[in-house]
């Protein structure tokens, strides 16, 4: 297949939109039939904290960094029912997928998008006022129903934070992939090669694994500075796991 035609993009039906009944909606604007792009990749996740706080890593410490990662958990729109926090992740693949999704998206602001490109997906989003602990106002929430990757080096990056190889056909693979060869567990939240009580083995020998994960893990292994965090490579591992599920 021609590179080009493997361009993927990572879209995220958020909380809001499947509060608001829009998932079809959604759906039907990035279908095959409107975009010529094709799924790679979905599944429906309950977003940890971890999770979140990966995704959103640009945006660590601006004042609606809490509300963001309370937002794609879905704590915002399902206070009271946590079973029902949900985002539907997807991998799209095609020409362009990456500039055409964001041009359905519309811009990030839902009130811009409305007054610049009515009939965009973000048109339909809304804004809430964002408030600290004593209640006053100090900016404003932007529920603007779907993320979509900004460019090829997002894309690449959110792709492999949200899904595992396998999680891909191995024809729709659009980065390397290879086998592990050495187990790697997570204990308090740190790397480690051996068992301990309490510890979860996410890698282990005969595993495939996206490339750039396992060299990050034999980096961070020898207490090198890897170009990606632990925490990065191991929360796609914790999606869905019952004890992530706080
Ligand atoms: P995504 O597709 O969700 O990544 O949106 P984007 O690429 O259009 O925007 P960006 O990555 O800069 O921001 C990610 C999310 O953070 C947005 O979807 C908004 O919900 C939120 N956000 C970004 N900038 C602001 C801001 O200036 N104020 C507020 N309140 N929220 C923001
Ligand atoms: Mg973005």
């Known amino acids: 297949m021609d590179t080009i035609e493997l361009e993927q993009t990572l879209v995220l039906i958020k909380p809001d939109a499947l509060k608001n009944s829009l998932t079809g909606y959604v759906l039907s604007q990035l279908s095959e039939f409107h975009t010529d792009l094709r799924f790679a990749a979905t599944k429906i996740v309950h977003v940890s904290k971890m999770l979140a706080e990966e995704h959103y890593d640009e945006h660590r410490g601006k004042v609606f960094f809490p509300s963001l990662l309370d937002y794609i958990m879905g704590r915002i729109h399902y206070p009271d029912a946590p079973q029902h926090r949900r985002t539907i992740a997807i991998v799209f693949q095609g020409v362009d997928a990456i500039k055409k999704i964001r041009a359905i998206a519309g811009p990030t602001n839902p009130l811009v998008a409305r007054d610049t490109q009515p009939g965009c997906i973000r048109s339909l989003g809304t804004l809430a006022p964002l408030k600290d602990a004593e209640g006053n106002v100090i900016g404003e929430r932007m529920d603007n129903l779907i993320h979509a990757s900004a460019n090829d080096s997002d894309a690449e990056k959110e792709i492999k934070l949200w899904f595992k190889p396998n999680d891909i056909p191995p024809s729709m693979h659009a980065y390397e992939v290879n086998v592990c060869n050495a187990f790697y567990y997570l204990k308090d939240n740190k790397l480690s090669t051996t068992d301990q009580p309490g510890s979860i083995c996410f890698l282990s020998p005969g595993k495939i694994a996206w490339q750039s994960d396992l060299e990050a893990m034999a ?14 490579v191991v929360a796609k591992y914790l999606i869905n796991r019952e004890q992530e599920n706080s």
């Open 219 to 232: 980096m961070l292994r020898e207490g090198e500075p890897a170009p990606c965090s632990l925490q990065t």
